[in-house]
């Protein structure tokens, strides 16, 4: 039990296009859905969180406007990389709670990000 | 917001040897895990382990949530067991993780 998919694993695009990242969760039904982006040797940084049918809380500092979140269904976010740019070339990760009724998360694979 | 601080930050072991790994927080918290991040990246959780001790194997976790800290300790180490470890907490009240600098480990045959 509690696992969790991200869509594509990887992908390389030119700079000024957007890219749609999937995470889903396959057994459960998660009820809030995080993403966290992490740069090569460094931890994870918190993006945002979403719940199914409202809108995404994001963290200090990053941009709404650039990255679009939708939570349309309790196993389904999507994070949307509007426009984007070489120092966009990230790691990002999804992570998804509500299998129980304790907070822990579980991770999707991530997916792997290069804007040239 | 909240500190979590972990060493050693870098760990090299010979394959058989045994390692404690700490975590260091700076509030109370209502959720902590230990991950394991392998080569190409996904995290594996190992314990959720916001207080007690818990053991999976050759690994075991224990947390001191009064004194604000928790120790992993992996016996018998396999080259199988390299990459990085994290421990991520929630403060008191929330849902949101934070993770720690994380721990890169080696073991070499």
């Known amino acids: 039990g509690a696992v969790v998919s991200q869509h594509p694993s990887w992908v390389i695009c030119k700079s000024g296009t957007s890219v749609k990242i999937e995470c889903r969760s396959l057994?459960?039904?998660?009820?809030?859905m995080f993403w966290y982006r992490q740069f090569p040797k460094q931890s994870l940084m918190l993006m945002a969180t979403?719940?199914?049918?409202?809108?995404?809380?994001?963290e200090q500092g990053v941009e709404k406007d650039k990255f679009l979140i939708n939570h349309a269904s309790l196993t389904l976010s999507t994070l949307t990389v509007t426009s984007a740019h070489p120092e966009d070339s990230s790691f990002y990760i999804c992570?998804?709670?509500?299998?129980?009724?304790?907070?822990?998360?579980?991770f999707g694979p991530g997916t792997r990000l290069t804007v040239l | 917001g909240i500190q979590v601080e972990q060493s050693p930050p870098d760990l090299i072991l010979q394959e058989g040897a045994n390692s404690t790994l700490r975590c260091n927080f700076s509030?109370?918290?209502?959720?902590l895990q230990w991950f394991h991040q392998n080569p190409w990246g996904q995290l594996i959780n190992l314990f959720y382990?916001?207080?007690g001790t818990k053991q999976n194997g050759r690994l075991s976790a224990t947390t001191v949530a009064t004194e604000r800290y928790s120790l992993l300790y992996i016996s018998s180490s396999q080259t199988t067991d390299s990459g990085v470890y994290f421990c991520a907490v929630c403060p008191g009240g929330g849902n949101k993780l934070t993770f720690g600098t994380g721990t890169q480990l080696k073991v070499e045959l």
């Open positions: 509030d109370s918290v209502n959720n």
């Open positions: 979403s719940n199914e049918g409202s809108k995404a809380t994001y």
């Open positions: 382990i916001p207080s």
């Open positions: 057994d459960f039904q998660a009820t809030t």
């Open positions: 992570s998804a709670g509500g299998l129980s009724s304790y907070n822990e998360q579980f």
